[in-house]
């Protein structure tokens, strides 16, 4: 039974009581708070990108369902056992993409 990547993580871990953390520090804490705020990260955002702008997010959503509606007619067109996995993964992306704006909407 080979053993797993977390087990021989926890054996080493065990041997000097440390975890390495971020840049190799050795007192590194998950339960600490993190040390930025939220604001720090927003502050970091340039301001262009707060800006929306609804047709470019209508773009998107366009581009979806025009990407959903060529890969039907692709597997209308080519009906092959070749094509259908190939098939599947496209076709369930892009409906988890769809997916995805109606659940945050």
Same mark, same amino acid.
């Given at each position: ?37 939220? #604001?720090?990260?927003? !502050? +970091?955002?340039?301001?262009?990108? %707060? $800006?929306?702008? /609804? ?14 509606? #060529?890969?039907?007619? !692709? +597997?209308?067109?080519?009906?092959? %056992? $070749?094509?259908? /996995? ?20």
């Amino acid at each position: 039974m080979t053993e797993s990547c977390l087990e021989r993580s926890n054996k080493k871990d065990a041997s000097n009581d440390t975890v390495d953390g971020i840049d190799g520090e050795g007192d590194f804490d998950p339960s600490a708070p993190p040390p930025f705020k939220i #604001a720090e990260i927003r !502050a +970091a955002i340039p301001k262009h990108c %707060w $800006v929306k702008n /609804p047709w470019r997010s209508l773009s998107y959503v366009l581009r979806d369902v025009t990407v959903i509606v #060529a890969l039907a007619a !692709a +597997a209308l067109r080519l009906d092959s %056992w $070749v094509f259908w /996995p190939l098939y599947w993964a496209a076709q369930g992306t892009m409906f988890w993409a769809i997916f995805v704006l109606g659940h945050d909407w």
